[in-house]
């Protein structure tokens, strides 16, 4: 296996990875972030502390420790009995330049945890400099069909975070993730793209590849690197977009429909990062129905306008929103904690 990863992440790999196993014809199923979350709460609870203790301990005493069920127990055991074949899986992987860390690594990006704190993937695939993801982030979404004017203030938007020093975070797709992610990398800025479908497939595109090796490009995501698109994972991909960033801005979004809309409203909900929502004549009704539920207008007046500092924009209205909601910016204990 990786010699760069600890024993605490081979067993969270191992036991919450999908690697190498055949999806169709195996009964085996890695733990679901829900599950992984409430079995290390025992684990840390418990005698076992880490991840790591799966290969120091027998089947008898992860019963015992954990109160865990004979079925939980043989499940455990299929698991991490892959450690052969995931070691051949992630040789490959590595070979075409895509890693892996989990929530037991040092370079697991720090804000993600702490943005959503238990629901930070236990396993994160990436290719690009990691490091990237230590910058403050500004997440560009919306939809896959956009107009000129949306086009126009997207690259604005870009253009301005760029220049105050901002990484821009795109979900890669078609329409304005698209838009900001070709704007900022055109500017020399940095992007992380939080990637739905195959990231092997990715890698591949001539684009991507010179924007990786020429370091402004992060493509990172929760998914095995093999899985193609699903509807699931791009729904399910939105709230790690908001979990990269410090600030959100929604260009374009449909009413009460799609993806854009749905992770607004998810991020809306749990207080995630601040959202500003492009305000001007003609857009979308998604727009107003965002800002009716809580999002802050960014005026396309003021973006155009020479003298506006994007920064300063956000961390004014974030202050107005922390009084507002009385709400002192809170720490997940998962940034100290690691499993």
């Not at 690259?155 to 901002?166: D, E, H, N, P, W």
């Not at 009704?285 to 960014?298: S, T, V, W």
């Amino acid at each position: 296996m990786n010699n760069n990863l600890s024993k605490d992440s081979l067993a969270t790999i191992l036991m919450c990875s999908n690697l190498g196993i055949d999806i169709k014809n195996d009964t085996i199923k890695p733990f679901t972030l829900k599950q992984w979350n409430e079995l290390s709460s025992k684990l840390i609870n418990s005698e076992m502390k880490r991840p790591a203790a799966f290969f120091e301990t027998d089947e008898q005493e992860w019963k015992r420790h954990l109160m865990i069920s004979d079925d939980e127990v043989m499940r455990i055991k299929k698991l991490l009995s892959r450690a052969g074949q995931i070691a051949i899986e992630l040789e490959y992987l590595n070979s075409t330049g895509i890693y892996v860390t989990t929530r037991a690594e040092e370079n697991y990006p720090e804000r993600l945890k702490k943005v959503l704190k238990k629901n930070s993937p236990p396993v994160i695939f990436y290719c690009g400099n990691i490091d990237i993801a230590k910058s403050d982030g500004v997440a560009v979404v919306g939809s896959r069909q956009i107009d000129e004017k949306a086009q126009d203030f997207t690259k604005t938007l870009v253009k301005k975070c760029i220049a105050q020093g901002f990484v821009v975070v795109s979900g890669g797709a078609r329409g304005v993730d698209s838009a900001a992610q070709n704007s900022a990398l055109l500017f020399e800025g940095k992007v992380i793209s939080v990637i739905a479908d195959s990231l092997l497939q990715k890698i591949k595109q001539k684009d991507i590849r010179e924007a990786l090796i020429s370091g402004n490009l992060l493509l990172i995501s929760p998914f095995n690197p093999k899985t193609g698109f699903t509807v699931y994972n791009a729904m399910n991909r939105n709230k790690y977009i908001y979990g990269f960033s410090k600030y959100a801005v929604a260009v374009s979004s449909d009413y009460n429909n799609g993806g854009t809309w749905a992770g607004a409203v998810e991020n809306l909900k749990n207080k995630w990062v601040p959202l500003f929502v492009r305000e001007e004549d003609g857009v979308p009704k998604g727009n107003r129905g965002l800002i009716d539920y809580g999002a802050m207008p960014l005026p396309t007046s003021e973006l155009n306008d020479d003298n506006f500092n994007v920064k300063e924009f956000f961390e004014l209205a974030e202050e107005k929103l922390r009084e507002k909601n009385n709400d002192p910016e809170q720490f997940s204990i998962f940034s100290y904690i690691k499993e």
